[in-house]
T-cell receptor, first 115, second 114 residues
């Protein structure tokens, strides 16, 4: 399976600022996903990022708050904009190839604290 | 809302015992997958079972799937302290775009004591 390098691994940010999280895959993948995970909780899908098209956002998440880029098949970024303490969470990127029986592989996550 | 509900939420056992976790979901699926997560880090894929399969084995792992009941179980046999982690089921469903997405369950925190 592919390896995803995600950075930063953690950050402490001031409210009102923005943070961009990057994920680099060591091979081409069709689909990339961004998740949010509160400590001790499950993963919530933010959006699906596909190369050459706009990201598809899940209910409750909007592009103005979480803009996503996917310039090629090995790279994606998620920006958390105008942050508030409620945005403090772990953010995870994931990649998959197409097919009905494919596994997902994950970056190591970004632990974000907004103060 | 979360696609999968897992139980128990937490499980504490001794080394050598078996651990069973259950997952229920709500809609039709392409397949169901189980993942493991250590201490809030990235998830690692454990096993995938297709919607037309009923049981699958991989090493000390055994997964069952009952699509009529929309449920799955993960059994870890002869557990080890190193199995301590959170375990998540994830249902693979098709989106309108033609791609698939994984929706994760609530998770089970497993603690295996030496």
């Amino acid at each position: 399976s592919a390896v995803i390098s995600q950075k930063p691994s953690r950050d402490i940010c001031q409210r009102g600022t923005s943070l961009t999280i990057q994920c680099q895959v060591d091979s081409q993948v069709t689909m990339m996903f961004w998740y949010r995970q509160q400590p001790g909780q499950s993963l919530t899908l933010i959006a699906t990022a596909n190369q050459g098209s706009e990201a598809t956002y899940e209910s409750g998440f909007v592009i103005d708050k979480f803009p996503i880029s996917r310039p090629n098949l090995t790279f994606s970024t998620l920006t958390v904009s105008n942050m508030s303490p409620e945005d403090s969470s772990i953010y995870l990127c994931s990649g998959r190839t197409t097919g009905l029986s494919t596994e997902a592989f994950f970056g190591q996550g970004t632990r974000l604290t907004v103060v | 809302s979360q696609q999968g509900e897992e139980d128990p939420q937490a499980l504490s056992i001794q080394e050598g015992e078996n651990a069973t976790m259950n997952c229920s979901y709500k809609t039709s699926i392409n397949n169901l997958q189980w993942y493991r997560q250590n201490s809030g880090r990235g998830l690692v894929h454990l096993i995938l079972i297709r919607s037309n399969e009923r049981e699958k084995h991989s090493g000390r792992l055994r997964v069952t799937l009952d699509t009529s009941k929309k449920s799955s179980s993960l059994l870890i046999t002869a557990s080890r302290a190193a199995d301590t982690a959170s375990y998540f089921c994830a249902t693979d469903t098709s989106m309108n775009t033609g791609f698939q997405k994984l929706v994760f369950g609530t998770g089970t925190r497993l603690l295996v004591s030496p």
